[in-house]
């Protein structure tokens, strides 16, 4: 990997167990990338202002192999695995005291604000260099966009602490989305071993997103539509 840093548990980052499970390793995910980009002068804090243009997470598949907890910091190790003209794959490793807690790996995108198109990482000056070798086991996955057969949870309301400087509902907010489907007994009888996400279109202050699922076998299939019938994201669920 080519790049490591010691994230120090916070309360915050738990569920309602006291633990870091997936809602922290997909905060931790963003800040390693975060911090990463910014080594290379390359991040949101600089892109937006100089070009128009932001980092986006497109596709995201998670394997959760445990929970972390206060005892030491938790390592968080990203590197560029797949890199292409216009989508960067980082793969992630999560690990507390040489315990793995979880891997990923997220496809990553740049796109204009003010044109609303993807774009070409040249157009941001990336350095050319060689992507790092991909962790085993971790495939990004494409769900079907399909809602058919899923049943509406609930909705909610796009406010503006869902909002980040791309001024559209940071992605980090649909984990918590989909979360929140479920009742508190599913996460004390259930444990989460995978998740997957594909990130469609945005959402802005204003949006009332409905919440839509199905379950098959240990695995739920879900959606996130918009007041217009739009399909915003897709995620599955796996549990053990």
């Known amino acids: 990997m080519q790049y490591k ?5 916070q309360y915050r980052e738990a569920g309602a167990d006291g633990f870091i499970g997936l809602k922290g390793y997909m905060n931790y995910c963003q800040d390693a990338a975060t911090w990463h980009m910014h080594t290379f002068g390359l991040g949101n804090d600089r892109l937006i202002e100089e070009f128009g243009i932001a980092w986006m997470f497109t596709k995201c598949h998670v394997s959760l192999y445990g929970k972390g907890d206060y005892t030491s910091p938790i390592m ?32 990553n995108c740049l796109y204009h604000l003010h044109d609303n198109r993807l774009c070409r990482l040249q157009e941001i000056g990336f350095p050319d260099i060689e992507p790092d070798t991909p962790l085993e086991k971790t495939e990004i996955k494409k769900i079907k966009r399909d809602i058919s057969g899923m049943e509406k949870g609930y909705e909610r309301k796009v406010l ?81």
Do not use: W
Not at 5 to 9: E, K, V, Y
Not at 168 to 179: A, E, I, P, Q, S
Not at 188 to 208: A, H, L, M, P, W
Not at 209 to 215: A, C, N, R
């Open 5 to 9: 840093i010691d994230m120090l548990p």
């Open 160 to 240: 503006y602490s869902d909002l980040d400087k791309s001024r559209h509902m940071n992605n980090l907010h649909y984990t918590d989305l989909f979360m929140d489907a479920f009742p508190p007994e599913f996460y004390e009888e259930k444990r989460i071993t995978g998740y997957d996400i594909n990130y469609i279109s945005q959402s802005f202050y204003g949006d009332v997103l409905s919440v839509y699922m199905k379950q098959d076998a240990n695995a739920f299939d879900m959606a996130a539509v918009n007041e217009e019938g739009k399909i915003i994201a897709m995620a599955r669920i796996t549990q053990g």
């Open 76 to 107: 968080v190790e990203t590197g560029m695995t797949d890199i292409q003209k216009a989508r960067v794959d980082r793969d992630f490793r999560i690990t507390q005291e040489g315990r793995l807690l979880a891997q990923a790996r997220i496809e």
